[in-house]
């Protein structure tokens, strides 16, 4: 699945989802949900429990959080508009819609974001708060409740402060 982005020439954000489906090579014919702000350079990640995870009746959930809003049709961007807006969708149910959920505690934008299935918390690690201006800050939100739940920082910080970075997990 893939949501968000800009397109090449002309710098505009894309609030469109797709799926990809490997077994047709093809996009989904489906009719996907949008998110509910249009920007690119945000943090994703998928929260899908197994049989042998601490919550495994937990809902398939794709988060999004973060990003720019701002048009630039420069490559690399030489401006943003940062975003603090969270969003989720439950996978694989008849809603077919983003639930927008707590903003982050600042506008970040290219956060890296994972999921801690042991500890059921949603991680968002760093991004720049201003344009070039990486943060090494994390945050948590707690996953019993991604739509009510604030996102919190955390005691501790990334090693260097950076954006653009990914976050994967290693547990499972």
């Not at 927008?100 to 991004?127: C, D, H």
């Amino acid at each position: 699945m893939f949501t968000g982005g800009r397109f090449y020439s002309d710098g505009l954000s894309y609030a469109t989802t797709d799926a990809y489906a490997p077994s047709l090579n093809s996009t989904s014919g489906k009719i996907e949900a949008s998110i509910s702000l249009a920007r690119h350079g945000s943090g994703y990640a998928c929260y899908q429990p197994i049989s042998t995870d601490p919550f495994p009746t937990d809902t398939p959930t794709l988060f999004i959080a973060g990003g720019s809003t701002g048009t630039n049709i420069s490559q690399p961007v030489t401006a943003v508009t940062n975003s603090n807006r969270f969003e989720y969708s439950y996978l694989g149910t008849a809603s077919n819609a983003f639930v927008t959920g707590s903003n982050t505690p600042i506008a970040l934008y290219y956060p890296a974001m994972e999921v801690s299935y042991e500890k059921r918390k949603l991680y968002l690690f760093g991004g720049a708060s201003e344009f070039n201006l990486p943060v090494d800050q994390v945050y948590s939100l707690d996953l019993a409740n991604p739509g009510g739940n604030p996102w919190v920082p955390e005691s501790i910080n990334m090693p260097r402060s950076r954006f653009g970075h990914k976050a994967i997990i290693l547990s499972r």
